[in-house]
């Protein structure tokens, strides 16, 4: 008889690598845990690193998914029920799709879960609920934060627009930045379209910060930024904000 095969999934999100860590080390170890409490063997681990939980596209997910509905895979142990998604719907669409094609899924924070138990299920299915209305509370409180952080001026956070760097706890112009972000100003006021600027700031050996070619796309998104670099004016949802120390052109 072919070896049931047993395999561990985790996922862990850019926010909660920069909480805890080490996310995926932790959910491994519960999942080795449970595995060793029920006498299990777990073969092989499907790792989405940086991921939300709301997102249906995800490498290693898919993968597993292929694998289970091509009867490489018989079994799954995941550490929580809101590492496969912070998304009910998504969950209970997974969760369907395993059960249906005979995958077994082990959920090792509910050691005794019993998929064919109907009080199981309902548990299950508030612990999701509660995962997703978590998810929602979290977005929330980000964007107040950073609503409140743009009413005082101060940039909302995540990656700084082309032109700034971080200095610590400061927003600081960068030089070399600020030198191709007015030079696109610049052209764009004698009549120079999108792609006429991106192709002259690559003839003239200028990269993006990514080290990649300027595109005309990339350019409209510094134009579309006018009033930030030209006035020091901030926007982030219903928040707008000022720092004159901002403005570059």
Same mark, same amino acid.
């Given at each position: 008889?072919?070896?049931?095969?047993?395999?561990?999934?985790?996922?862990?999100?850019?926010?909660?690598?920069?909480?805890?860590?080490?996310?995926?080390?932790?959910?491994?170890?519960?999942?080795?845990?449970?595995?060793?409490?029920?006498?299990?063997?777990?073969?092989?681990?499907?790792?989405?690193?940086?991921?939300?939980?709301?997102?249906?596209?995800?490498?290693?997910?898919?993968?597993?998914?292929?694998?289970?509905?091509?009867?490489?895979?018989?079994?799954?142990?995941?550490?929580?029920?809101?590492?496969?998604?912070?998304?009910?719907?998504?969950?209970?669409?997974?969760?369907?799709?395993?059960?249906?094609?005979?995958?077994?899924?082990?959920?090792?924070?509910?050691?005794?879960?019993?998929?064919?138990?109907?009080?199981?299920?309902?548990?299950?299915?508030?612990?999701?609920?509660?995962?997703?209305?978590?998810?929602?509370?979290?977005?929330?409180?980000?964007?107040?934060?950073?609503?409140?952080?743009?009413?005082?001026?101060?940039?909302?956070?995540?990656?700084?627009?082309?032109?700034?760097?971080?200095?610590?706890?400061?927003?600081?112009?960068?030089?070399?930045?600020?030198?191709?972000?007015?030079?696109?100003?610049?052209?764009?006021?004698?009549?120079?379209?999108?792609?006429?600027?991106?192709?002259?700031?690559?003839?003239?050996?200028? %990269?993006?910060?990514?080290?990649?070619?300027?595109?005309?796309?990339?350019?409209?998104?510094?134009?579309?930024?006018?009033?930030?670099?030209?006035?020091?004016?901030?926007?982030?949802?219903?928040?707008?904000?000022?720092?004159?120390? %901002?403005?570059?052109?």
């Amino acid at each position: 008889m072919e070896k049931c095969r047993i395999v561990g999934y985790c996922r862990v999100s850019t926010l909660e690598q920069k909480k805890k860590g080490h996310g995926i080390d932790i959910q491994m170890r519960d999942i080795g845990n449970y595995a060793s409490l029920f006498q299990l063997s777990v073969d092989e681990f499907y790792v989405d690193e940086a991921k939300s939980g709301i997102s249906e596209d995800r490498r290693a997910l898919r993968r597993l998914v292929k694998d289970c509905k091509t009867g490489k895979v018989n079994a799954i142990i995941v550490a929580s029920l809101d590492r496969l998604s912070r998304d009910l719907r998504f969950t209970e669409n997974l969760l369907y799709d395993f059960q249906r094609i005979g995958v077994k899924v082990f959920i090792a924070d509910m050691p005794h879960y019993d998929g064919n138990n109907r009080k199981d299920v309902l548990i299950r299915q508030i612990k999701e609920a509660i995962a997703e209305e978590n998810r929602k509370e979290i977005i929330e409180r980000l964007k107040k934060g950073r609503e409140e952080r743009v009413r005082k001026g101060r940039m909302a956070g995540g990656t700084l627009p082309y032109g700034y760097v971080r200095n610590g706890k400061e927003i600081k112009t960068n030089l070399q930045e600020v030198e191709i972000v007015k030079l696109i100003f610049a052209s764009a006021s004698n009549g120079k379209s999108g792609q006429e600027i991106s192709h002259h700031l690559n003839e003239m050996g200028y %990269l993006r910060r990514n080290k990649a070619p300027w595109t005309q796309r990339q350019v409209w998104a510094i134009l579309n930024r006018k009033d930030l670099y030209c006035r020091g004016s901030l926007k982030y949802g219903e928040a707008i904000g000022l720092d004159l120390n %901002l403005i570059i052109v």
